[in-house]
């Protein structure tokens, strides 16, 4: 099966070659893969280094770039769509994720039958963020998770890996991504948590802050509310055959 590996970047020019030569590392010889760089707008040198990479030998990856910035959901919809591959990765650009932690959600992604909706989540126990961030990321989380019901204490990492189709079978709108997991398990999917390792940010600084996150959060959580509550799955019996 193969592989993309969907990373969003705006303004992160010197924490691209670093990760690249470590999602090299961890998936040469364990995956057919790609990597897809969706450059969101970026005013700093992001889309010349990723073309500089690219060029000069780091051939799987490939570069798509917006115009002007129009958020990360948006830069993930674009990467996703673009995929050749039939299971995505997900990563943040920032180095904070760590790439060796994927070969053992590609293990748990295999059992997985083809054609079913899943999502293995990671899940920062040992935050390397400030205790202010960390504080903002808990109670975030706790009310969504409380709210939503989706069975993730950490819906905020960027380490995620779903089937390409299902994806693509969601309704999109802007910040989706914060809500993958609500959303997959709302069409029937099923969801598996995993602990990965995060690390310190050497370059660059977040784009988010509190504000910003419970603005939109609230509003958002209410329309994942009202999507799920207006969502009927149902198990059709066909003649002559067991239920599916």
Not at 97 to 106: M, T
Not at 162 to 191: E, S, W
Not at 214 to 228: F, H, N, P, S
Request: aromatic letters at 8%.
């Amino acid at each position: 099966m193969r592989i993309s590996v969907v990373i969003p970047a705006k303004n992160e020019e010197e924490n691209l070659k670093p990760l690249i030569e470590e999602i090299y590392r961890a998936l040469t010889g364990v995956a057919n893969f790609e990597v897809i760089y969706v450059d969101d707008g970026s005013t700093d040198k992001t889309f010349e280094n990723l073309l500089y990479l690219k060029a000069s030998g780091f051939d799987k990856v490939n570069v798509l770039r917006h115009k002007h910035s129009v958020g990360q959901s948006t830069a993930i919809w674009t990467g996703v769509s673009h995929a050749d591959g039939e299971l995505v990765v997900t990563l943040d650009a920032d180095g904070q994720n760590d790439p060796s932690d994927i070969p053992n959600l590609l293990t748990m992604a295999s059992q997985f039958p083809l054609g079913s909706h899943f999502c293995i989540a990671g899940h920062r126990k040992d935050r390397k963020d400030t205790a202010w961030k960390r504080f903002q990321s808990k109670l975030a989380n706790s009310v969504r998770s409380k709210f939503l019901n989706d069975d993730t204490p950490d819906t905020g990492c960027g380490l995620k890996v779903f089937p390409k189709q299902t994806f693509l079978d969601l309704p999109y709108f802007d910040h989706m991504h914060r809500f993958l997991p609500a959303l997959i398990r709302r069409q029937g999917g099923i969801i598996k948590v995993v602990e990965v390792n995060h690390r310190d940010r050497q370059f660059g600084k977040s784009k988010y802050n509190m504000l910003g996150r419970l603005g939109v959060g609230l509003i958002d959580m209410a329309g994942v509310y009202w999507l799920q509550k207006r969502n009927k799955l149902n198990d059709v019996i066909l003649e002559n055959e067991e239920s599916i």
